[in-house]
């Protein structure tokens, strides 16, 4: 089975509203093989960027448990929050 490849490394949301963030990020999660990915939601604030990380995060460690999501992130606080959550498979840049 073909399975057509993402034009670019980096996802971006096209929305900013978090709830769809997380919707569009999931989608692409089932939609893909991206057991290493990049996602920029450095254009969204601390706690809605929060929010979309940890639940995408948590997605994608379900159906990629070695897999790795790479953060663009705008502020060092959003790392600061989720650390404590030790979610094992998220880096922040």
């Not at 990629?64 to 663009?72: A, F, R, V």
Request: glycine share 2%.
């Amino acid at each position: 089975m073909l399975q057509l490849l993402p034009q670019n490394d980096i996802v971006t949301p096209n929305t900013q509203t978090p709830s769809e963030a997380v919707d569009y990020i999931n989608s692409y999660i089932d939609n893909y093989h991206c057991e290493n990915m990049t996602v920029d939601i450095s254009f969204m604030n601390v706690l809605d960027a929060c929010y979309v990380s940890t639940l995408c995060s948590t997605k994608h460690y379900i159906k990629y448990p070695q897999g790795k999501i790479n953060w663009k992130i705008s502020s060092e606080l959003i790392r600061e929050f989720n650390k404590d959550l030790e979610l094992g498979n998220t880096d922040y840049i």
